[in-house]
């Protein structure tokens, strides 16, 4: 690629290729690959020497296929290089595990992805690493919990399962000047809605599986870093044994191809539910950043430049788990299920009242987590429609 400063859609369909490199295919090929074969004893000897960026010496390292992706990703954020890991929670854990030490502290944010909160809470601890939880809204009064020996600081924004958008800036001002580092989970805004290095990340944490991937299909973790940070991340996560299966790498490089076109259809089908829910009697509140009126929808449109497909809905009481499990369970075209970020809707009932340590969550019914596929708008509605009808039923026959 030219250094031509093309918009983002452009550079989905062209970065991370070289036709001539592969005999004019538009893709680049599949490397299977653990052995990579050396032509002297020198050269085999020396190829630690080759841990640079680019460098096939064995497969847990990279091959042209992961080279291919993370040099994409990298551009995309705007970072200096890009790791492709396993899963998104490696993505987490292990550039985590390459800053801190016994005795460190670190914050992280009480809306955390909770596998996240889980790894902290029994691993870090084990570890001797304590975590300090903060609230989402925190901004600049973050300095009153940094410590002498605070370490990092972790933010998702939106928050997982309930939304609040944080005021990244802020905190990571207060990370950078007592010497934190800023590690951002960008998985909502998946290298396309936010621009997650001016925004102060240090390293930017994404799980692919989700909207790069795309598909439901294929698991994978990009950990993107600024320049100071790369060399420190590369080795732990080397020394870790982290590495992505190469055919995961390759859906995630297909997925990147149509990531613009798709994270368009999921932000408009979202929010055509989101206001639709708004309107619902049964509904308490939408927590979706981009609807006027939610509290984070000044930061969101000074941050973000759209949103994904992902938001929350609080019900209003009474609301009796059987209703929740009629409305949820009898839907056709929302599926029951985790993760999120491919064609397909989902709905799940979520629980931040019972993970939440540093705020209070009090919703007055059932948090439901809605991810809008690719379906048609009007389909969606209706089956929600219908799952209204279940749970107005099941909250009568309760009563
Ligand atoms: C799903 C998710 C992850 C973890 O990704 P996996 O690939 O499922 O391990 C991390 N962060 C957020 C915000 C997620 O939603």
Redesign the pocket.
Known sequence: MTKRDYKADTLLGHLGRDPKAFHGAVNPPVYHASTILFDSLDAYEDRHRYLEKGKVVYGLLGTPTTFALEEAVARLEGGSGCIAVS???AA?TGPILALVESGDHILVSDSV?Q??RRFCDHMLRRLGVETTYYDPLIGAGIAALMRQNTRLVFL?SPG?LTFEVQDAPAIAAVAKAAGAAVLM?T??PASLLCRPFELGADISIQ?G??YIVGHSDA???LITTNEAFEQKVRLALQELGQCAAPDDVYLALRGLRTLSVRLARHQETGLALARWLAERPEVERVLHPALPGDPGHDLWRRDFSGASGLFGVVLRAPCSRAAVAALIEGMELFGLGS??GGFESLMIAAYPERIRSATTWDAPGRTLRIHAGLEHPADLIADLEAGFERFNRAVRENA
């Open positions: 899963s998104g929670l987490i992805y596998p996240t998702e997982s989970d998985t909502w799980a599986t989700k698991m994978l973790g993760s999120w």
